[in-house]
Nanobody, 122 residues
Framework: EVQLVESGGELVQTGGSLRLSCAAS????????IGWFRQAPGKEREGVSC????????YWIDSVKGRFTISSDNAKNTVYLQMNSLTPEDTAVYYC???????????????WGQGTQVTVSS
């Protein structure tokens, strides 16, 4: 059974940092791409970042470039999203997802975690 479990979301102040984790199981980790998406209230789910052995690290939101870093620990089957200099605009539920290829379109991803809430206070 494929499982993706996110953790690390919490309430932080503007300018703070968080590291989200996505622990994967039930599939061959090295063969899949892992993406991070986020969804704020009333907004569509948007692609934040993705990592894979073929595409490397990708970032789709201009406002997170230089602040967010995606990384992977293949020995632990875990992908991380380090988020620095957080602003209230980063407030959302963050999801990780897995599929063969990276994409910023959520509907391309087959497997999803349950999400973790990130709230940035002003």
């Amino acid at each position: 059974e494929v499982q993706l479990v996110e953790s690390g979301g919490e309430l932080v102040q503007t300018g703070g940092s968080l590291r989200l984790s996505c622990a994967a199981s039930g599939f061959t980790f090295d063969d899949y791409s892992i993406g991070w998406f986020r969804q704020a209230p009333g907004k569509e789910r948007e692609g934040v970042s993705c990592i894979s052995s073929t595409d490397g690290s990708l970032y789709w939101i201009d406002s997170v470039k230089g602040r967010f870093t995606i990384s992977s620990d293949n020995a632990k089957n875990t992908v991380y999203l380090q988020m620095n200099s957080l602003t209230p605009e980063d407030t959302a539920v963050y999801y990780c997802a897995a599929d063969r290829y990276c994409s910023d379109r959520h509907y391309f991803f087959e497997f999803w975690g349950q999400g973790t809430q990130v709230t940035v206070s002003s």
